[in-house]
């Protein structure tokens, strides 16, 4: 019995018994869906993590971020300066492997209003113009603030288009783009006037649909349909929603209304939410971030109240964090896929038991016990196979589904070496559920299973 015989045996017996073979199949199916479907997600969250950090200052981006002083400095906790202009005009000027030094004071959950309407962006931010290429903005509309709106701490601000939609409309809603330039707003009951507006971030997958939403908008236009569809919200994901949302607005400024005046008790707070830096060049980046240290060092007088954070150590936490959820999905799917094989292997046995006289008859006219084996070995095979097929398909439907109701930033993204792993571990599982059975019916003796009833 050759090869192609003993798989066209196997169908038959599998099409014979459609429903039986479905429901062994189900185990490997479920199993498939779960590997591919796990594998999809996990694609997907990492690849909006990374195109979010991207999207946040790219790699070359470092944070200085204020910390606790070390134990051995408790004594000089109360002198720790914290992060202020004389650490950013030092870094400007000592620091040669420093490009871009961007110092930031904001406001924190600052009210942004206009009439009756009014929000709380992401972050409301006095900032140096250098914020632009630190944070990868890019200006659609207007202008940005210049050094001399700095000096003269002009009430001038550049919002994000999410700000625009809050408070003057969404594009998409009304049916035309509002360009707010030189309207006026409140920032915490002080007025501003726009002077400049971002461009509409997006991720790859929301720039995609909105792309086929127009194009099916243009369609029904074309055929007399709705002429319009509802916004997208906050889809698109954190890192793009927080640009979107964001007011920016002179550093002199944000410190002589907002801070100058004191809090309650009348004490003023010069020091600064964040200083940004970005390297001369990535390759020299510790060394980068050792001559930083040792500018700060002099400026804080040896008190170590400050460190650097930078998107080097964000990747390789995404690299940890999407190890770890493999390494988790792989062992649910590997669980599921196990008892897909159980499965098989009792439904095999079973079936040899109601075959036993059929082997009797092969063996008796010259089926030797190796071709029994093969074929039974083969007839699980064939149905762990198909079972994984339709995994496929399943997973296909299930990664769909998924792509519908989660953020767009996470939409799952399913890729042919998942799928390949399902595939060869569902043969494996075949091949491994079929050696007990293919054994028993290649031992059985051809006298005994002739008079089997």
């Known amino acids: 019995m050759n090869l192609f015989n003993t798989i066209a045996v196997g169908l038959k017996e599998i099409w014979a018994h459609k429903f039986r073979s479905v429901l062994t199949m189900l185990g490997i199916i479920l199993g498939v869906a779960s590997l591919v479907g796990m594998s ?12 979010a950090m991207v999207a946040m200052g790219g790699v070359d981006k470092v944070l200085l971020q204020s910390q606790p002083v070390p134990p051995w400095q408790d004594h000089l906790a109360d002198q720790a300066p914290g992060r202020t202009m004389v650490d950013v005009i030092a870094l400007k000027e000592s620091a040669p492997l420093i490009r871009v030094v961007s110092p930031e004071m904001s406001l924190g959950e600052a009210v942004v209003s206009r009439g009756e309407k009014s929000t709380v962006p992401s972050e409301v931010v006095g900032c140096w113009p250098a914020v632009l290429e630190m944070n990868l903005h890019v200006l659609e509309h207007g202008r940005f603030f210049t050094d001399l709106d700095e000096k003269s701490a002009s009430s001038v601000c550049v919002i994000g288009t999410g700000i625009r939609d809050e408070l003057f409309g969404n594009p998409e809603d009304i049916g035309h783009e509002i360009i707010p330039l030189g309207e006026q707003i409140m920032i915490e009951g002080q007025p501003f006037t726009i002077i400049g507006m971002f461009q509409h971030y997006m991720g790859e997958e929301e720039a995609k649909q909105r792309l086929v939403a127009k194009q099916l908008k243009e369609q029904q236009e074309k055929e007399g349909g709705p002429k319009r569809q509802r916004g997208w919200g906050r889809r698109g994901g954190w890192a793009f929603w927080r640009k979107n949302n964001t007011v920016y607005l002179p550093l ?3 410190y002589l209304k907002f801070r100058a005046a004191g809090d309650k008790d009348g ?3 010069q020091r600064l939410t964040d200083i940004d830096l970005k390297v001369a060049d990535f390759s020299r980046l510790e060394e980068a971030i050792q001559q930083a240290k040792n500018v700060l060092m002099i400026t804080h007088r040896g008190i170590e109240d400050f460190t650097f954070q930078t998107q080097e150590n964000q990747i390789e936490s995404i690299d940890k964090q999407i190890k770890n959820a493999r390494l988790s999905g792989g062992l649910i799917a590997a ?3 196990l008892v897909g094989g159980i499965g098989i292997m009792n439904i095999m046995l079973a079936s040899i038991n109601e075959r036993v006289r059929e082997i009797g008859i092969c063996k008796a006219i010259g089926a030797t016990g190796p071709d029994i084996f093969i074929q039974i070995l083969v ?3 064939v149905i762990s196979v198909l079972g994984a097929l339709a ?3 399943a997973s296909e439907l299930l990664v769909s589904l998924l792509a519908n109701i989660s953020p767009t930033q996470n939409t799952p993204v399913i890729t042919r070496t998942a799928e390949l792993i399902a ?3 569902s043969i494996g599982v075949g091949v491994v559920a079929g050696l007990i059975p293919a054994i028993k019916a290649a031992r059985l003796s051809p ?3 002739l008079r089997y009833e």
């Open 423 to 425: 595939l060869a571990f």
């Open 267 to 269: 004490i003023v707070d």
């Open 40 to 51: 999809a997600i996990i694609k997907g969250m990492e690849n909006g993590m990374k195109e």
């Open 447 to 449: 006298i005994q299973a």
């Open 252 to 254: 002199n400024t944000a």
């Open 391 to 393: 995994g496929l398909v």
């Open 335 to 337: 669980i599921s896929l």
């Open 379 to 381: 007839e699980s095979i």
